[in-house]
């Protein structure tokens, strides 16, 4: 089973500020890794898939990185509607999702 | 605009079985490209995934839960459908159902369902 774990836990951030989340697998995931966002009372929303692609709709200012084991999300500039929670997913070996980092305001 | 309604009791007994059925509506289970799935996230924890389907049949499960699940698929009603047995109170959880677009090189759930509330209690 591959294990994704997320770093930090929580991210206390000013609107404005820039965002650099971090996942990391246990073992290589290749590039099937996504990013959701989920705030309160909602489903999650797909942000990026294979790494580095934003899904439909999604902000320039969301983008993704990195390879193997080790990936980041970075928000540029956040937004008040930004201030989340955040998981990884790997799809290389079945699904799973990271424990999710919180993004709140400082 | 694809929208998927999951359904079921919101409360089981333990040792009971958890049933939920997500209709599809403005799409097709049918299309082959796409896999359709349940995800649970107890209250104030993560989410996990629990399985996926493929119209044709071919299912995959979380092999933690394996021996307690099976997820089916009615084309004829455009919908799919969850069974978990045995349930306990870590079984508590909201259960979202999900259809896995094929997107860039993968499956990834691109829908979600809005999510039910299922509690295991006496």
């Known amino acids: 089973e591959i294990v994704l774990t997320q770093s930090p836990a929580t991210l206390s951030l000013s609107p404005g500020d820039r965002a650099t989340l971090s996942c990391r697998a246990s073992?290589?995931?290749?590039?099937?890794l996504a990013w959701y966002q989920q705030k309160p009372g909602q489903a999650p929303r797909l942000l990026i898939y294979d790494v580095s692609n934003r899904a439909t709709g999604i902000p320039a200012r969301f983008s993704g990185s990195g390879s193997g084991t080790d990936f980041t999300l970075t928000i540029s500039s956040l937004e008040p509607e930004d201030f989340a929670v955040y998981y990884c997913?790997?799809?290389?070996?079945?699904?799973?999702f990271g424990p999710g980092t919180k993004v709140d305001i400082k | 605009q694809l929208h998927l309604q999951g359904s079921g009791p919101g409360l089981v007994k333990p040792s009971e079985t958890l049933s939920l059925t997500c209709a599809v509506s403005g799409g097709s289970v049918t299309s082959n490209s796409l896999y359709w799935g349940w995800i649970r996230q107890p209250p104030g924890k993560g989410l996990e995934w629990i399985a996926s389907i493929h119209f044709s049949g071919t299912t995959y499960y979380n092999p933690s839960l394996k021996s307690r699940v099976t997820i089916s698929v009615d084309t004829s009603s455009n919908q799919f459908s969850l069974k978990l047995t045995s349930v306990t109170a870590a079984d508590t959880a909201v259960y979202y159902c999900?259809?896995?677009?094929?997107?860039?090189?993968?499956?990834?759930?691109?829908?979600w369902g809005q999510g039910a509330l299922v509690t295991v209690s006496s």
């Open positions: 073992q290589s995931v290749s590039n099937y």
């Open positions: 999900g259809r896995e677009g094929f997107v860039g090189t993968a499956n990834y759930f691109d829908y």
């Open positions: 997913l790997q799809r290389s070996n079945w699904h799973t």
